[in-house]
């Protein structure tokens, strides 16, 4: 196996894989490719996969409906009653700012207690090198590593409910504002990596700071294999590089001759 890998790496022109990436065999544990791996990092939205982990940390009830009164930008209507659930759904497919900063507004103990808690969180998984500044990550201070967004992937690939929300495409949210229901459609920020079958959790991330970002848990039969890109300066960019990655692990598992 290792022989194997060491002749992936040789053969395949290092030179498309630029900035900080990796591609992450779950079970043999072992990076296939990576570069820049400790390199310290903006994240913008991928700090919504920390929120939706330090949410369903803290024991809330995620069917508890709850008052829309974040101050970003958002699909979700400001006002609106939504639950815990739905509003991890429009900012785990959508990237929704609005529903990240409600979640983290309606934290046992406010805001800064869902600050405080995240990093927590973080911390006692030792993930060292992450640290989060605001919910929904707008703010440069939200940064991490590739390892350890390897390892955020590891705490959370059998999340069951992180898993079923962070691969889906579409969804429609209720949204009662008043009299009126408002009915949400979210579509998934990354909709170029459907063209592969099997992907259970994928989220994206830009600020101008961060570039182009993904995070994506991936399925190849039994095994599970983690897709890390941070810093492509466009989509395009992103979505080679991600293409890339898979790439090398598909000819990995091509039978060998001789």
Known sequence: MKRLLTT???????QVFAGAH?????????????DNENEVRPIASITKLITAATVISSGVDLDEVIKVNGKSLGYVPQGAMMTRRDLLRAMLISSDNRAAET??????GGYLAYIVAANQWLNSNKL???????????????????????ELLSLIKDNAV?????????????????????????????PEIFTYNNILISKTGFTNP???????LVKRGQELFGVVVLGQKNVYERS?????????????QLPQSG
């Open 8 to 14: 992936l790496v040789l053969v395949v022109p290092m």
């Open 22 to 34: 990796a591609l992450y065999d779950f079970e043999s544990k072992t990076y296939v490719l990576q």
């Open 103 to 108: 979640l983290a507004n309606h934290h046992p």
């Open 128 to 150: 060292w090198k992450t640290s989060v500044v605001d919910s929904s990550g707008l703010m440069s201070g939200n940064v991490s590593t590739v390892r350890d967004l390897i």
């Open 162 to 190: 992180i898993r079923s929300i962070a691969g889906e495409r579409t969804a429609k949210v209720k949204a009662p504002a008043g009299k009126k229901i408002i009915t949400v459609n979210l579509h998934n920020t990354n």
């Open 210 to 216: 961060a570039g182009r970002c993904v995070l994506m």
């Open 240 to 252: 080679k590089l991600v293409k890339e990655l898979l790439s090398v692990k598909r000819t990995n």
